[in-house]
């Protein structure tokens, strides 16, 4: 093969003939100055002379050229150069039958610099050379190319996402000595949001840093750019999502399902305690009216002091957050009340969408979500409920059932769903109450409706609910000879925890992929999920 840079050009005859004329040239001019130098009185020694200096010339280049010589370097790409040589010799003697290498080209050089191919073309080999150099350079070149690029690609899969909460100074320059410092550990910055405090602003990312550097020495980095008050926690691909598109998502949700404003802040605000209580307390006997008034309020525009944030709730009382590993922000603050005054001016709301389902005898039923509205349908069906059926749901005193009532109900405490038969007759509630990461579930079927499959209808459903939720778990508190419950539990097909405390089966069903254990309950003096006498239930999430 030749290069790009030697052109293949036909052999001539006459080059050999002007090659022939200039031999002749040269010997007729040597022999016209021997003629003139000989015949002068020192001509001889002038040609002794010349002779003389010839070889010396003649010498010195032969030892330049040696010394210097033009053949490629001994590097990293010989072994290649030769490798691609031999093979480009290889496919010459496939088709002419002599095919060289490159140490039999090199061999030759000296005595031969041309060498010619099959068709008659010319090329040095000091081009041959050059060429299978740089072909040898592109091929290492494209070969550390994808070395580079297959490091990159694992550096880049060796990262987790932090998200990172720090307070700076108010000063131009502060951030961007955090962010420099974060470029130079190979830190990126994915998200930035900024809440201006009255002393600083408080600056929260969301980072992929690589896995090899830990959060303490994150923390260290970052103290030593100037920020104060840092805090980091995992996040996963769920934060990627920008906080705007997150608001405006969680202000649809609550503008839908008013069950959904608990949600809403847990999820604005991240981990956090959230307490909803009423203004007046129970009441003593059911239906004797409303209770004493608690003193629970909060002013319209709510009140913020540092972890904890106390915000009308519309329904009555006061909903108070409480997160003290961190201090809210004003800007926290304002998304949150932004979001109940929300709730508030759309009022009480639950979807009314319904399920029609035919039992295995044929009747028909309506599964449906449920609130305050169906207060006094719930009452008419705890009268028709047997000792034995409210005792295995409230495991507690019965005649303290009904008092309760209005707060399952309530759509600030969790999700119900009702079922009603062709006649609108309520013959099952099902109870999805929040409770932090875990979520309880109650079940409450009339006797004459029992054994229908009803209840493991209404279990599916909470569980979807809880799931689209987000809850990690699901809990059921029940006695342990409550068999019904056990079994549509186990129905389930999920992991699940047992755990029996006095008489009371606590059956954890595990949501998330990651097992979670199940929480120890003693057994409760009041039905499950209503709270104390005095206290009514609090949403903890």
Same mark, same amino acid.
């Given at each position: 093969?030749?290069?790009?840079?030697?052109?293949?050009?036909?052999?001539?005859?006459?080059?050999?003939?002007?090659?022939?004329?200039?031999?002749?040239?040269?010997?007729?001019?040597?022999?016209?100055?021997?003629?003139?130098?000989?015949?002068?009185?020192?001509?001889?020694?002038?040609?002794?002379?010349?002779?003389?200096?010839?070889?010396?010339?003649?010498?010195?280049?032969?030892?330049?050229?040696?010394?210097?010589?033009?053949?490629?370097?001994?590097?990293?790409?010989?072994?290649?150069?030769?490798?691609?040589?031999?093979?480009?010799?290889?496919?010459?003697?496939?088709?002419?039958?002599?095919?060289?290498?490159?140490?039999?080209?090199?061999?030759?050089?000296?005595?031969?610099?041309?060498?010619?191919?099959?068709?008659?073309?010319?090329?040095?080999?000091?081009?041959?050379?050059?060429?299978?150099?740089?072909?040898?350079?592109?091929?290492?070149?494209?070969?550390?190319?994808?070395?580079?690029?297959?490091?990159?690609?694992?550096?880049?899969?060796?990262?987790?996402?932090?998200?990172?909460?720090?307070?700076?100074?108010?000063?131009?320059?502060?951030?961007?000595?955090?962010?420099?410092?974060?470029?130079?550990?190979?830190?990126?910055?994915?998200?930035?949001?900024?809440?201006?405090?009255?002393?600083?602003?408080?600056?929260?990312?969301?980072?992929?840093?690589?896995?090899?550097?830990?959060?303490?020495?994150?923390?260290?980095?970052?103290?030593?750019?100037?920020?104060?008050?840092?805090?980091?926690?995992?996040?996963?691909?769920?934060?990627?999502?920008?906080?705007?598109?997150?608001?405006?998502?969680?202000?649809?949700?609550?503008?839908?399902?008013?069950?959904?404003?608990?949600?809403?802040?847990?999820?604005?605000?991240?981990?956090?305690?959230?307490?909803?209580?009423?203004?007046?307390?129970?009441?003593?006997?059911?239906?004797?009216?409303?209770?004493?008034?608690?003193?629970?309020?909060?002013?319209?525009?709510?009140?913020?002091?540092?972890?904890?944030?106390?915000?009308?709730?519309?329904?009555?009382?006061?909903?108070?957050?409480?997160?003290?590993?961190?201090?809210?922000?004003?800007?926290?603050?304002?998304?949150?009340? %932004?979001?109940?005054? /929300? @709730?508030?001016? #759309?009022? !009480? +709301?639950?979807? &009314?969408?319904?399920? =029609?389902? $035919?039992?295995?005898?044929?009747?028909?039923?309506?599964?449906?979500?449920?609130?305050?509205?169906?207060?006094?349908?719930?009452?008419?069906?705890?009268?028709?409920?047997?000792?034995?059926?409210?005792?295995?749901?409230?495991?507690?005193?019965?005649?303290? %059932?009904?008092?309760? /009532? @209005?707060?399952? #109900?309530? !759509? +600030?405490?969790? &999700?119900?769903?009702? =079922?009603? $038969?062709?006649?609108?007759?309520?013959?099952?509630?099902?109870?999805?109450?929040?409770?932090?990461?875990?979520?309880?579930?109650?079940?409450?079927?009339?006797?004459?409706?029992?054994?229908r499959g009803i209840g493991s209808e209404l279990l599916g459903r909470l569980v979807a609910l809880a799931v689209e939720a987000g809850c990690e778990n699901v809990y059921a508190v029940t006695q342990a000879?409550?068999?019904?419950?056990?079994?549509?539990?186990?129905?389930?097909?999920?992991?699940?925890?047992?755990?029996?405390?006095?008489?009371?089966?606590?059956?954890?069903?595990?949501?998330?992929?990651?097992?979670?254990?199940?929480?120890?309950?003693?057994?409760?003096?009041?039905?499950?999920?209503?709270?104390?006498?005095?206290?009514?239930?609090?949403?903890?999430?």
């Amino acid at each position: 093969m030749t290069s790009a840079k030697s052109a293949r050009r036909p052999h001539h005859w006459r080059r050999d003939l002007i090659e022939l004329a200039a031999l002749f040239t040269a010997v007729a001019v040597a022999d016209a100055i021997a003629n003139l130098i000989g015949h002068q009185p020192e001509g001889p020694y002038l040609l002794i002379a010349s002779a003389v200096a010839l070889v010396a010339t003649a010498a010195f280049h032969t030892w330049w050229a040696r010394r210097h010589s033009h053949a490629p370097p001994p590097g990293p790409y010989s072994e290649a150069a030769g490798a691609e040589a031999s093979g480009a010799g290889a496919s010459g003697a496939g088709a002419s039958g002599a095919g060289h290498s490159w140490a039999s080209a090199s061999a030759t050089d000296a005595a031969n610099p041309t060498a010619r191919t099959e068709d008659g073309t010319e090329t040095t080999t000091a081009e041959t050379a050059e060429e299978t150099v740089e072909k040898a350079a592109e091929k290492a070149g494209e070969k550390t190319g994808k070395e580079t690029a297959e490091k990159t690609e694992r550096r880049a899969g060796e990262t987790v996402l932090w998200r990172m909460r720090t307070t700076v100074r108010d000063a131009p320059g502060a951030l961007a000595v955090l962010c420099t410092t974060l470029a130079r550990h190979r830190i990126d910055i994915l998200t930035l949001q900024t809440h201006p405090l009255a002393q600083g602003t408080v600056d929260e990312f969301l980072l992929r840093v690589p896995e090899s550097l830990t959060a303490r020495q994150l923390t260290r980095e970052i103290s030593a750019a100037g920020g104060t008050s840092t805090w980091i926690e995992r996040a996963d691909a769920h934060d990627l999502v920008d906080t705007p598109t997150r608001v405006l998502g969680l202000a649809t949700r609550t503008a839908l399902d008013a069950a959904e404003l608990p949600l809403a802040l847990r999820q604005l605000l991240g981990r956090c305690t959230i307490h909803s209580l009423p203004a007046r307390s129970l009441p003593a006997v059911p239906g004797s009216g409303s209770g004493r008034v608690t003193g629970e309020g909060a002013p319209v525009e709510g009140v913020l002091h540092e972890t904890v944030m106390r915000l009308r709730d519309p329904s009555g009382g006061v909903i108070t957050v409480e997160r003290p590993y961190l201090p809210f922000t004003p800007t926290e603050f304002a998304r949150a009340r %932004a979001l109940v005054e /929300l @709730d508030a001016r #759309l009022g !009480p +709301r639950v979807p &009314r969408g319904a399920s =029609v389902l $035919t039992l295995p005898e044929g009747n028909e039923i309506t599964v449906r979500r449920a609130d305050q509205a169906d207060l006094t349908a719930a009452r008419a069906m705890h009268d028709r409920c047997s000792e034995r059926t409210l005792g295995l749901r409230y495991h507690g005193p019965v005649r303290d %059932a009904d008092r309760y /009532l @209005d707060h399952l #109900l309530s !759509p +600030r405490f969790g &999700r119900t769903l009702a =079922v009603q $038969t062709a006649s609108g007759r309520l013959v099952a509630l099902g109870h999805l109450l929040w409770d932090g990461d875990e979520t309880e579930v109650a079940l409450l079927v009339e006797d004459d409706w029992q054994r229908r499959g009803i209840g493991s209808e209404l279990l599916g459903r909470l569980v979807a609910l809880a799931v689209e939720a987000g809850c990690e778990n699901v809990y059921a508190v029940t006695q342990a000879h409550n068999t019904g419950m056990v079994a549509a539990m186990r129905a389930l097909s999920l992991p699940l925890d047992y755990q029996i405390e006095e008489g009371t089966l606590v059956i954890t069903a595990r949501l998330a992929a990651s097992p979670a254990p199940a929480r120890s309950r003693p057994a409760p003096e009041t039905p499950s999920g209503y709270g104390r006498t005095e206290e009514p239930p609090r949403l903890v999430r």
